[in-house]
């Protein structure tokens, strides 16, 4: 789940990322773009990763 709300000053971002904690978690806006980024290493040694691109209002 994402949820984007915006007003003069500021943005709020809720997103709901299973499995990854919050500081593994990278949040990235360019030109209206808003990246998330996030990694998990499981216990035999593998990544999960996660990466998503969304609009934000201008």
């Known amino acids: 789940m994402l949820d984007i709300n915006a007003n003069d000053t500021e943005y709020t ?3 709901e990322v299973p ?3 919050q500081e593994d978690i990278k949040l990235e806006i360019n030109n209206n773009i808003l990246t998330i ?3 998990k290493l499981l216990h035999d040694g593998t990544f ?3 990466f998503s691109k ?3 209002p201008a």
């Open 13 to 15: 971002i809720s997103v």
């Open 48 to 50: 999960v990763r996660f």
């Open 54 to 56: 969304n609009s934000v």
């Open 37 to 39: 980024r996030g990694e």
């Open 19 to 21: 499995g990854i904690k």
